[in-house]
Nanobody, 127 residues
Framework: QVQVVESGGGLVQPGGSLTLSCAAS????????MGWFRQAAGKEREFVAA????????YYGDSVKGRFTISRENAKNTVRLQMNSLKPEDTADYYC????????????????????WGQGTQVTVSS
């Protein structure tokens, strides 16, 4: 089992940037594919980005493609989400999630694919 904890949320102006971090502990981090999801008030949880455990394969939701970048440092048990050109509609609670995989190139986009979740970090984009 792996535990994940998000950090880095906060208030940012439209057009600004923010980097979220996800620290993992408990098991061999490199055996886990990771994902970021978000949930805005009154809306369903939305897929944001995913990364394979090798870090070589990434995938993004349409609403963030070209603006967000997911990366990982297995040696530091860390996944990051670099968010640029932020918009008010990016305002949400952001969640890091992990799932064990035996393939170095597999990623997952469904929330049901991830059994391990953090508590979330709030991002507010507002002037």
């Amino acid at each position: 089992q792996v535990q994940v904890v998000e950090s880095g949320g906060g208030l940012v102006q439209p057009g600004g940037s923010l980097t979220l971090s996800c620290a993992a502990s408990g098991r061999t981090f490199s055996g886990y594919a990771m994902g970021w999801f978000r949930q805005a008030a009154g809306k369903e949880r939305e897929f944001v980005a995913a990364i394979s455990w090798s870090g070589r394969i990434t995938y993004y939701g349409d609403s963030v493609k070209g603006r967000f970048t997911i990366s990982r440092e297995n040696a530091k048990n860390t996944v990051r989400l670099q968010m640029n050109s932020l918009k008010p509609e990016d305002t949400a609670d952001y969640y890091c999630a992990a799932t064990q995989t035996y393939s170095s190139s597999t990623y997952y986009t469904g929330s049901n694919d991830y059994p391990y979740w953090g508590q979330g970090t709030q991002v507010t984009v507002s002037s």
